[in-house]
């Protein structure tokens, strides 16, 4: 799915170009300042809704129901990078 700006805005509670997410929701931090395809990839692989980095993510954003799991997790399956929104696919069982 191909999203822009003013969908981000209205899913996630913010435009990632006005303001930015915080270098302390990502967890590859060159990311959070890099336009560089392999920094954004290593910001995906590393990037755990889970972990502190997550956390931090779900509190910056207005977001709710976003499930990362079928199991009840509240952690965002979504992450917006710079300009950038990539999806967090989930493990089926």
Same mark, same amino acid.
């Given at each position: 799915m191909i999203v822009d700006r003013k969908w981000v805005e209205r899913n996630i509670g913010f435009d990632p170009v006005e303001r930015p997410a915080p270098?302390?929701?990502? !967890?590859?931090? !060159?990311?959070?300042?890099?336009? #560089?395809? *392999? %920094?954004? $990839? $290593? /910001?995906?692989? %590393?990037? #755990?809704?889970? !972990?502190? /980095?997550? $956390? *931090?993510?779900?509190a910056f954003t207005k977001a709710t129901g976003l499930s990362g799991s079928e199991n009840g997790s509240s952690s965002p399956a979504i992450r917006v990078i710079g300009n950038c929104t990539t999806w967090k696919p989930t493990a089926r069982n």
């Open positions: 270098v302390s929701t990502f !967890a590859f931090k !060159a990311a959070a300042s890099s336009a #560089d395809n *392999e %920094d954004l $990839r $290593r /910001e995906i692989i %590393d990037f #755990d809704s889970d !972990a502190t /980095e997550g $956390r *931090e993510f779900l």
